[in-house]
Nanobody, 121 residues
């Protein structure tokens, strides 16, 4: 069974920083894209940033210049460094992995349980 487990959320003041981590565990062939999404209260889940296995990145316009996504393929872990946080960044942050399991020719989406990030003004 494949699992994604996030850590690193919490309460921070506006202007502060947080680093989120997400580790994939279980039996699988490879992880293609890994990404971070967030869901603010009353809003839909939205992409924050994503990174391919080769290191190509994609960022939401609202987060460009304030976040950096990285991954350690050997550890099956993705990170999200967030700086200059704003109250509107508050929400539940979810890790996502496009993962191909052994014996299959396709990749499926897996999600972590989410970690709360609260930015106070």
């Amino acid at each position: 069974q494949v699992q994604l487990v996030e850590s690193g959320g919490g309460l921070v003041q506006a202007g502060g920083s947080l680093r989120l981590s997400c580790a994939a565990s279980g039996s699988f062939f490879r992880i293609n894209v890994m990404g971070w999404y967030r869901q603010a209260p009353g809003k839909e889940r939205e992409l924050v940033a994503a990174i391919t296995s080769g290191g190509s990145t994609n960022y939401a316009d609202s987060m460009k210049g304030r976040v950096t996504i990285s991954r350690d393929n050997a550890k099956n872990t993705v990170y999200l460094q967030m700086n200059s946080l704003k109250p509107e960044d508050t929400g539940v942050y979810y890790c996502n992995g496009e993962i191909r399991r052994w014996g299959t020719s396709w990749a499926s989406d897996y999600w972590g349980q989410g970690t709360q990030v609260t930015v106070s003004s």
